[in-house]
């Protein structure tokens, strides 16, 4: 028989996932595919779910697949999961078989670094698909090559843009999820409360919708990336959710009650100032460092902690934008955060000069403290 492991934190899975094991049944006739969740995935800093919660949405995305079958074998391990161990103990039970294991291209893109991946090559062979674009299953089956001498087997399917991070950040903010993991999956995860963080949609109802969907955007960004600057995904949405949670209230609005905002602070900055009181207000936030980054997030400040950088530069980066240089400022942000904050705030200030429009002083602060300390490295 011709059999596939199929492994991953699923946190959660998504139709990305169960579309490329269709493909691949397709493409190497297939007689089973075994989904493997993991127990804990090593380097992971995602937000954590129970494994019982994740193998039951496995159970259900992958129930209308005929030869898929979903295993509770690295979960009943309660121990970091290593694939070279779970290939290893598959190949002993079906030593008679082809066995093989299925992967997308980002993570065949490291594989050269997983945990004794020659170990992995005795025991399967590799299935890769491209995940977003053809491009990137290029240039990690050249790493793979350069690195083991040959290339993996590849099957021709381009899967669309989701990502488990968008599915968490959505669910979080009480967004339906549907569209991506499918709709017993979706009712799973709403009926159960998988991700949902309290009263964080509420935020909903103080914006536009235009103004919604941008904090969605800003929320998925700062989850993408916050693990880059070792801060907790809870934290980051907690914090991305509210960053304009204030930008429509009136100063008599009943939520502002009681808020004396800093002298001399220009309009289009009050707002921070004023969602960083609601936040703690209203949304019962007592977390100072997300209070703190709300506070600065239209500004910035001097000598910004991680999560000040992360939540200025997703609010002004998220896709949504489309302003001159964002492409750019983009770039830098994927490489170097530091970097990229000098970048944003100068570009900031280049802005509000030319328009005429008047440049708070925390953001002047903000410029020559990051510009003295990135250049001096």
């Known amino acids: 028989m011709k059999i596939a492991l199929f492994g991953g934190s699923f946190n959660p899975v998504h139709k990305e996932h169960v579309n490329i094991v269709k493909a691949a049944v397709e493409a190497y006739g297939l007689d089973r595919v075994i989904i493997i969740p993991t127990f804990i995935t090593p380097d992971k800093a995602a937000r954590a779910v129970s494994p019982s919660a994740r193998l039951e949405m496995c159970r259900l995305a ?15 391990k309660t121990d970091v999961s290593y694939s070279y161990i779970t290939c290893r103990h598959f190949r002993e039970i079906y030593p008679d078989d082809e ?5 997308g291209a980002d993570m065949l893109e490291n594989f ?3 945990k004794n991946p020659r170990e992995i090559l005795k025991c399967v062979n590799l299935l890769v698909c491209a995940r977003e ?9 050249k790493t793979f090559k350069d690195a083991f001498g040959f290339k993996p087997a590849t099957f021709g399917y ?9 599915v968490r950040v959505l669910a979080s903010l009480g967004e339906s999820v549907e569209e991506f993991t499918g709709e017993m999956t979706a009712n799973y995860i709403s009926s159960n409360k998988i991700y949902l963080l309290p009263r964080l949609h509420e935020v909903k109802n103080y914006l536009t919708p235009s103004r919604w969907r941008h904090t969605l955007r ?10 880059r600057l070792k801060i907790d995904e809870v934290t980051a949405v907690t914090a991305a959710a509210l960053h304009d949670c204030a930008k429509y209230s009136g100063a008599d609005a009943a939520e502002l009650k009681g808020f004396v905002c800093p002298k001399n602070v220009p309009d289009t900055v009050v707002h921070q100032y004023a969602g960083a009181y609601v936040a703690e207000r209203v ?16 500004s910035g400040r001097k000598n910004m902690s991680p999560l000040d950088k992360l939540i200025y530069l997703c609010d002004m980066l998220e896709g949504g934008r489309n302003f001159d240089g964002v492409e750019e400022l983009r770039k830098i942000f994927a490489r170097d955060i530091d970097e990229c904050l000098c970048a944003a705030l100068k570009h900031q200030i280049d802005y509000l000069e030319s328009s005429g429009a008047e440049i708070y002083p925390l953001t002047k602060e903000a410029y020559e403290f990051i510009k003295g300390k990135y250049n001096g490295k």
């Open 158 to 166: 381009v899967g669309g843009k989701v990502s488990s991070t968008r």
């Open 133 to 141: 674009n053809g491009e990137s299953l290029i240039a990690a089956c």
């Open 99 to 103: 066995l093989y294991f299925i992967l």
């Open 218 to 227: 800003v929320a998925e960004m700062a989850a993408e990336n916050c693990a």
């Open 62 to 76: 992958f129930g209308g697949v005929e030869c898929a079958e979903v295993s509770d074998y690295e979960i009943t």
């Open 283 to 298: 949304f019962g936030i007592t977390d100072k460092e997300i209070s703190a980054a709300i506070a600065c997030h239209a």
């Open 112 to 114: 050269p670094r997983w």
